[in-house]
């Protein structure tokens, strides 16, 4: 089975682990690539490989300032990630106290 396109929309593009990092070096605040680079390890075409994927999607706004391009995460491609998530959210917590009663349980016994 072929491989969907990266660039279509945001599920795609963050399924990539270094473009997970990139967001999360963008969200406190706006970076140039250069700094991207320092931050993360990656060669700069990799780093500007990555952010164009990202921009396509919508996921990061771009910037100039005089001669830097300056990249900021753009939450609103994200929304239905969110939503997609939050159905899941109450199912593992509800899970996770059943699991925390269970071990309050045992732990009962054993004293």
Not at 43 to 72: F, I, M, N, T
Not at 75 to 87: A, D, F, K, M, Y
């Amino acid at each position: 089975m072929a491989r969907a396109a990266t660039t279509t929309d945001a599920f795609n593009a963050i399924a990539e682990p270094r473009r997970r990092e990139i967001l999360d070096a963008l969200a406190d605040r706006e970076r140039p690539v250069g700094e991207l680079v320092e931050l993360l390890g990656l060669a700069q075409p990799q780093v500007s490989k990555h952010l164009r994927v990202l921009r396509e999607v919508g996921l990061v706004d771009v910037r100039d300032e005089g001669r830097q391009r300056l990249y900021r995460t753009n939450g609103r491609p994200l929304e239905p990630i969110h939503q997609w998530v939050s159905r899941y959210e109450q199912m593992w917590n509800d899970r996770f106290e059943a699991v925390d009663a269970v071990l309050e349980e045992l732990k009962e016994r054993e004293s």
